[in-house]
């Protein structure tokens, strides 16, 4: 679009509003801003979950409380699982790094299993809490706890999924660019999750207990 107005003649055509030499953007750019806005928002819905807990983690509506309910050691156990799966995604992206595909697939295949892991032991807390009569619909406090852990659980669901598929593309391209950026989003995706779960830990679980 170009401007006529007050332009002498002959200079129009250095008149523009908008660059006409479109310029290249480094391979894989936008999808590395993307996933980074993506994170953002996800930050956003976990501080709301915090908020919530902080607000209601006190209403037991005469029901039983955290210090009667959690197990510290089983909580420790599942933390440490996906600790570890954390430890071993850094250990499949140094070997990508390498371009040693067969211990990188290795290396996710054993982060499956320390997520997998992780799952099982959620659920079978979540399990007992039901079947000891301590569903979400039992108090507030009940509500945003099932609310807090389980969207974190349901994040790490997904990223097993997505770990999956990840080693199906691996398997059969390889070590590509687009799979490396691939990777690279699962590590920031992966390690979030372990960040958030480090504070459901000590706000919820240990701080909890201490109400």
Known sequence: ????????????????????????????????LGFWLYLMSDCLIFAMLFAAWGVFGGSYAGGPRPSELFELPLVALN??????????YGFAMLSADAKKQGATLGWLGTTGVFGLCFLG?????????????????????????????????????????????????????????????????????????????????TFVYLLGVLR
Request: proline share 5%.
């Open 79 to 88: 933390t440490a699982m996906l600790l570890f799966s954390s430890i071993t």
């Open 121 to 201: 032991i959620e659920l079978y807390e979540f399990s007992n809490l039901i079947a000891e009569g301590a569903g979400p619909w039992r108090s507030s406090f009940l509500s945003s706890f099932f609310t807090l852990v389980g969207t974190h659980g349901l994040h790490v669901t997904f990223g097993i999924i997505w770990l999956v598929t990840l080693m199906v593309q691996v398997s059969r391209k390889g070590l590509i660019d687009a799979n490396m950026r691939r990777l690279q989003c699962l590590s920031l995706f992966w390690h979030f999750l372990d960040v958030i779960w480090i504070g459901v830990f």
């Open 1 to 32: 679009m170009t401007s006529t107005t007050n332009v002498p003649p002959g200079a129009q055509d250095a008149v523009t509003f908008y660059d006409t030499d479109p310029h290249e953007h480094p391979p894989g750019q936008s999808t590395m």
